[in-house]
């Protein structure tokens, strides 16, 4: 089958058979392209490529066929009409948003977003003269409205929010910003295409760290942005989009690129001048992770839900956060977006404070202590000690951050041992 033939294919067929098809007598597998640079026969050629005219490599900055099978495959999973990797989900954010936006513009992004994610639009973005409004997930969709300028170039919000793991309303933020004719840019990194594909209620734009599930096993960085193909850039708002672009030649995206344009400039434009570009070695390993990933998503998601309901009743346990617990401020939202569980992270207040919490963290003997989430492996982390320690404690609060709080990304070893772990670090308090 090609790859316009599997989308026709459940999820779980694509993540194994999407992207690198091979032809006859050629490599199962998808091969490492571990070069920088193509050979062409004639000037033609080579010409016609750097005039975007044929979708084929010159050099690896700008694309190689493993980033490209990649791409394929996770637009395929996402329901995109294109993506691009990039070295890092960092890059794939700041990329995703810089696109489109310029100093003097702004950008309406919520509070509870990854703490990478909020140091870029909180102070990084603003030096670059982008300013940015934080505003809170849950407020009313009419209240939230005010907040959008003319200037305001994209919503961006994460579809469970890392860590404080709310479940975002995406009928709501997507109508917001169809009303405002603005894209809505949506962080897809906790739930991965399998428990969600935020395209598909609405969203306009993907982003990944493909770091964390889409890889899986801890070894490879990579980001990743899929266009859905379904906003209209023709609308007056994006001429950078629909005009001349005189650093390429006189290029028109939307004309040369259709529904596609939005992500042929990132790599015409973003990619080429910055180059945060993924490795193919990289690209190799997280492809290798994404077929592996509709297992492991069902698998997270029952060995989490199980550590959410053991927590839930534990002594030592304040609070518990995880969408798919009944009564959680998500429950409701995770029935209608994430009905296939609601991925590996779980969140939790131990009693007492910060160092009870950090009592725990250092007795924990099977799960491990790293900075990393979606992982194989069980790993814990204190939150405001780490990740989130750049913001002050009223943005801390605000982002779902607590004094006592442990972010548990729970992986897929057997449920016991991973519980018998929690119930002798608790002990230790
Ligand atoms: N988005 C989310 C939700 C994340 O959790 C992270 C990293 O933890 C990122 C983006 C940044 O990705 P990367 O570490 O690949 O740059």
Redesign the pocket.
Known sequence: MNNDELKNTAIATQCIQGGYIPGNGEARTMPIVQSTTFKYDKAADLAAAFNLEVPTPMYSRLGNPSLSWLEEKIALMEGGVGALTTA??????FYAVMNITKAGQHILAMTN??G??HTLFGSTLPKMGVEVTFVHPEMPAEEMKTYIRPETRCIYC?ML??PALDVLDLDKMAAIAREAQVPLIV?N??PTPYLCQPIKHGANIV??????YLDGHAVA???VIVDGGNFDWNNGKYPELTTPDVDYHGLVYSEAFGPAAYIAKIRAGLLRDVGATMSPFNAFLINLGCETLAVRMQRHSENAQKVAEYLAQHDKVEWVRYPGLKGDPSYELAQKYLPKGCSGVVTFGVKGGAAEAQKVIDSIKLITLV????DLRSHMIHPAST?HRQLDDAAMIEAGVYPNQIRFSVGIEDIDDILADVEQALAQV
């Open positions: 890092s989900g960092q890059a794939a954010i977003l990854y990478g994610t994460e929010g890392n962080d990194t906790f982003v990944h760290s493909a770091t964390k960085l990579g980001g900075t990393h989430v979606g990740t």
